[in-house]
């Protein structure tokens, strides 16, 4: 199989639209006597660092946490004031997640970073830099990791580029490959490829499943889980996935648009949303058995968003657009914040109408009323 010779370089937004993100997804220059790994350097601080790109936010008992390009690691207690974090890399961060004090953050070169103290200090969990030597093999090094999820202060899923899928039981100390979506060795061996780890693919495909609309190995974009404890992951050309057992099997789903899905919320029981290009998103009661479209009213590309209660949820994306909605049944309203630029991440703060939002522009609230 011809494989693709750009990774995703960052979490739902592609290089096309924003150059600068492929940076430390590309082979490193020339090494000199001063040149430093990115995956090991620790960020720069920078007074501006809150107006810089920002790719995710969450929150973590009392503080916000920001992450974003270059390593960046933003706290807030009021998300209007910001300060950096010193972290110990300059891997461009795509996303991060909390479980009360306990937070973690993908991106770059396989990075997974992790902090006891709401973001206060941070350790390195796992990197995978790519090396030159291995032009031409195992496409998942290097691979940025692109949203990660924990569903306790153990257990957690981080999912990225070429179907890169890990686990983890022991809140991030170790983590294990996961087989999301199993690809073939290539167009001239019908064999299947152990993976970097040992495992051994299980999935063999047909010509049909092999065409366009059900590449063997998608890039997964984004991880939810729902009410009764299902997970679903949304990926490239409308691919999704679902397990039933904390992530030991998963089911390959196919969305009725072939388009990619960049993010994805979890809800009650089986009840989720997606969403993702040229501002198509799709609801399903039942994991994706079934889907029912979501007017959005914009053809702008959907990003990143938040579930809140009752069904409600924030979503955001392109050229500035928030879509929000109180609760399950109610239509999307759309709002639009200029200054944003391109919004990667929304989060309601407390009960609203202030939303926290991150992107190129930094991070910043907006009230949609």
Request: hydrophobic share 45%.
């Amino acid at each position: 199989m011809v494989r693709k010779i750009c990774l995703v370089v960052a979490r739902m937004l592609p290089a096309l639209v924003l150059p600068a993100l492929a940076a430390t997804a590309d082979t490193p220059p020339e090494k000199s006597s001063t040149w430093t790994d990115p995956a090991t350097a620790g960020a720069e601080i920078k007074p501006l660092a809150a107006r810089a790109m920002l790719l995710d936010v969450t929150r973590s008992g009392a503080h916000y946490v920001a992450v974003g390009g270059r390593g960046d690691v933003l706290l807030s207690d009021d998300a209007r004031t910001w300060r950096q974090a010193e972290v110990p890399t300059r891997a461009t961060l795509t996303a991060v997640t909390a479980v009360d004090a306990q937070v973690w953050a993908v991106g770059h070169d396989g990075m997974i970073l992790h902090s006891a103290d709401g973001g206060e200090h941070w350790a390195i969990q796992r990197k995978d830099p790519w090396k030159a030597a291995n032009a031409g093999g195992d496409p998942t090094e290097g691979a940025p990791l692109l949203d990660v999820l924990f569903v306790d202060a153990r257990r957690g899923f981080a999912i990225g580029a070429y179907s890169l899928a890990l686990q983890t039981a022991d809140g991030g100390q170790t983590w294990q490959p996961m087989t999301v979506a199993a690809a073939p060795k290539d167009d001239a061996d019908d064999e299947l490829a152990d993976d970097k780890h040992g495992a051994m693919a299980k999935e063999t495909f047909t010509a049909e499943q092999l065409k366009v609309g059900q590449e063997a190995t998608p890039h997964l974009n984004a991880i939810a889980r729902t009410g009764s404890g299902a997970l679903l992951i949304v990926a490239e050309r409308g691919s999704a996935f679902r397990s039933r057992d904390n992530g030991a099997t998963w089911k390959r789903l196919q969305l009725p648009y072939d388009g990619s899905m960049f993010g994805v919320l979890g809800f009650d029981g089986d009840h989720v949303l997606a969403f993702g290009l040229r501002g198509h998103a799709y609801e399903s009661d039942d994991l994706g058995e079934h889907w029912t479209q979501v007017q959005t009213g914009t053809e702008l590309s959907l990003m990143g968003g938040s579930a809140t209660s009752g069904g409600g949820a924030v979503i955001v994306g392109a050229n500035g657009i928030v879509l929000v909605r109180g609760k399950r049944g109610e239509p999307l309203r759309a709002f639009v914040d200029p200054p944003a630029g391109i919004i990667a991440a929304g989060l309601l703060i407390d009960n609203g109408p202030d939303l926290l939002l991150a992107g190129e522009n930094g991070v910043s609230r907006f009230e949609a009323k």
